[in-house]
Structures are given as structure tokens and as C-alpha cells.
């Protein structure tokens, strides 16, 4: 079965950092382009970056790029996310999954960025 399980949210000032974690379980991790994406409510998922499983290519969301770091560890099974200098409009629900995603996704992690 498979499990995805986010942690590492909160509430932050603009400006502040955050990193989030993702323990994946339940199919071969290490064989899997990994992303991150994030749901504003109202609003479908959006991309925000992925980690490729062979050459470990980094693709960022323009809104994200040089603000965010994605990282994985495959003997972990487990894909982060630094994220730096947040904005308001970063707050959201962030998820991690494949990418493209399967039809499941994991409970989340809520990021509240104050102004």
C-alpha cells in the first residue's frame, strides 16, 4: 500500500524558512521522479518542484525558483523540501508525489506564511 506522509509545516513570518519532510512507502522510491506540489484552498494542486530518479534533474515553479531547494534520500525513502524566504502566497497545504502524481495523495502539511 502505498503511503506518502508529509510533516514539517507551520506558521512562519514572511521572510522565515521552513523544511518539510516526506517518508514514502509502499513502491520503489529510489525508481520514482518525486515532486512537490501545494493547494491553496479554492484552488487545484499546483506544481511546485520535482527531483528526478535517474540523472536527479531539478525542475522549480517559477514562483519558487531560488527560494526553494528539493532533495531526496533515497536510503530514506524520503524527499524534502528547504524552503527560504516565504511569502505570504506561499502559504498552502504542501504535498509531496510522484510526478506525475498518482491519484492518492498523503494528508499534507499545512505552510501559513504571515505578513
Known amino acids: 500500500q502505498v503511503q506518502l506522509v508529509e510533516s514539517g509545516g507551520g506558521l512562519v513570518q514572511a521572510g522565515g524558512s521552513l523544511r518539510l519532510s516526506c517518508v514514502a512507502s509502499g513502491f520503489a522510491f529510489s525508481t520514482k521522479t518525486m515532486g512537490w506540489f501545494r493547494q491553496a484552498p479554492g484552488k487545484e494542486h499546483e506544481f511546485v518542484a520535482h527531483?528526478?530518479?535517474?540523472?536527479?534533474?531539478?525542475v522549480y515553479a517559477d514562483s519558487v525558483k531560488g527560494r526553494f531547494t528539493i532533495s531526496r534520500d533515497n536510503a530514506k525513502s524520503t524527499l524534502y523540501l528547504q524552503m527560504d524566504a516565504l511569502k505570504p502566497e506561499d502559504t498552502a497545504v504542501y504535498y509531496c508525489n510522484t510526478n506525475p502524481p498518482r491519484p492518492s495523495w498523503g494528508q499534507g502539511t499545512q505552510v501559513t506564511v504571515s505578513s
Open positions: 527531483i528526478a530518479w535517474v540523472t536527479n534533474t531539478i
